[in-house]
């Protein structure tokens, strides 16, 4: 079983939809928990950040972490043709220097 | 501004040959740095970890011997690929992680390596 679970996708939705985008994890010692973008050819870039469980929001941006279910969301609002690209979740079992555990990404697609 | 500068963007080299890429992080001083590699439509995989002024830690099934990591200072991390083949060609990452309050990471933004 992988660490960390996420649909490839490709996912296509039209502008202004809600995008949901969704990991699951298998080690319960996992605390901080991310969301990546990566535009094609790019390195990731951080969307949102999060300790713990939760919700966390920035802009159209929301970041949902349920601990008892190990499974961890991120939420587009008003989704914008800007917005496609690949999302990938990172788990990290404790702060400091560790390494992230990476989704395999989510391609996403928003068509105008 | 960028918080990591990974150098070249993209390169080609002749299969037998080696290929050095930098990563530097700007503004800040890190002690450890990541290297990460992605095949195409894949996620990125953790290749090794390279600490300062120590030897990097290799992940399971990475040959050290094949790429060879040095940090040399706490704003440069090089990783070297030695006798590249074909099957090296991907998507070469490294990222910096700075202690505080959370773990946040920040990315370089890549170096795509051809082996023709």
């Known amino acids: 079983q992988k660490e960390v679970e996420q649909d490839p996708g490709p996912l296509s939705v039209p502008e202004g939809a809600i995008v949901s985008l969704n990991c699951t994890y298998s080690?319960?010692?996992?605390?901080?928990f991310m969301w990546y973008r990566q535009y094609s050819r790019k390195g990731p870039e951080l969307l949102m950040y999060t300790y713990s469980s939760g919700n966390k929001e920035d802009g159209r941006f929301t970041a949902q972490v349920d601990k008892s279910s190990k499974y961890i969301s991120l939420f587009i609002r008003d989704s914008q043709p800007s917005d496609s690209a690949t999302y990938l979740c990172?788990?990290?079992?404790?702060?400091?220097?560790?390494?992230?555990?990476f989704g395999a990404g989510t391609r996403l697609a928003v068509h105008p | 501004g960028a918080v990591v500068s990974q150098h070249p963007s993209w390169v080609i080299c002749k299969s037998g040959t080696s290929v050095k890429i930098e990563c530097r992080s700007l503004?800040?001083?890190?002690?450890?740095m990541f290297w990460y590699r992605q095949f195409p439509k894949q996620s990125l995989m953790l290749m090794a970890t390279?600490?300062?002024?120590?030897?990097?830690?290799?992940e399971q099934g990475v040959e050290k011997d094949k790429f060879l990591i040095n940090h040399a200072s706490l704003t440069l991390s090089t990783l070297t690929v030695t006798s590249a083949h074909p099957e090296d060609s991907s998507f070469y990452i490294c990222s910096v992680q700075f202690t505080g309050t959370n773990t946040e990471a920040f990315f370089g933004q890549g170096t795509r390596l051809t082996v023709v």
């Open positions: 990172a788990i990290s079992p404790s702060g400091g220097y560790n390494k992230l555990i």
């Open positions: 390279s600490n300062e002024g120590s030897k990097a830690t290799y």
């Open positions: 080690n319960s010692a996992f605390q901080y």
């Open positions: 503004d800040f001083q890190a002690t450890t």
